[in-house]
């Protein structure tokens, strides 16, 4: 299993960017699949997730409202709609797939993309 995550850049405070993944194999036996961010300095934290089966998400407090994930099973893509940014959304943000999340934990068997670099301005 191979993700390839791209569309982050560098935007203006209230602007809005699209992050896409594409996965390539076989990712049927995993469960969900999530966007996590790492921000200079702090720990990594799942931002967006996304069952696989039954659409079900779920999403950070800081960004309830602003971020939504989506995905294509035919395509084996997942999406995240990054609207109303925030210089403290500023972080490389990762496309992941496992079998499943508790809170921020990975549960199970998981594959990571390589991260793609949001940089929001002031």
């Known amino acids: 299993v191979q993700l390839q995550a791209y569309g982050g850049g560098l935007v203006q405070a209230g602007g809005f960017l699209r992050l896409s993944c594409a996965a390539s194999g076989s990712i049927s036996s995993f469960n969900v699949m999530g966007w996590f961010r790492q921000a200079p300095g702090k720990q990594r934290e799942l931002v967006a997730s996304?069952?696989?089966?039954?659409?079900?998400?779920n999403y950070a407090e800081s960004v309830k409202g602003r971020f939504t994930i989506s995905r294509d099973n035919a395509k084996n893509m997942v999406y995240l709609q990054m609207n109303s940014l925030k210089p403290e959304d500023t972080a490389v943000y990762y496309c992941?797939?496992?079998?499943?999340?508790?809170?921020?934990?990975?549960?199970?068997?998981?594959?990571w993309g390589q991260g793609t670099l949001v940089t929001v301005s002031s």
């Open positions: 992941n797939v496992a079998t499943e999340y508790y809170g921020s934990y990975i549960i199970g068997t998981t594959y």
């Open positions: 996304i069952n696989k089966k039954n659409g079900n998400t």
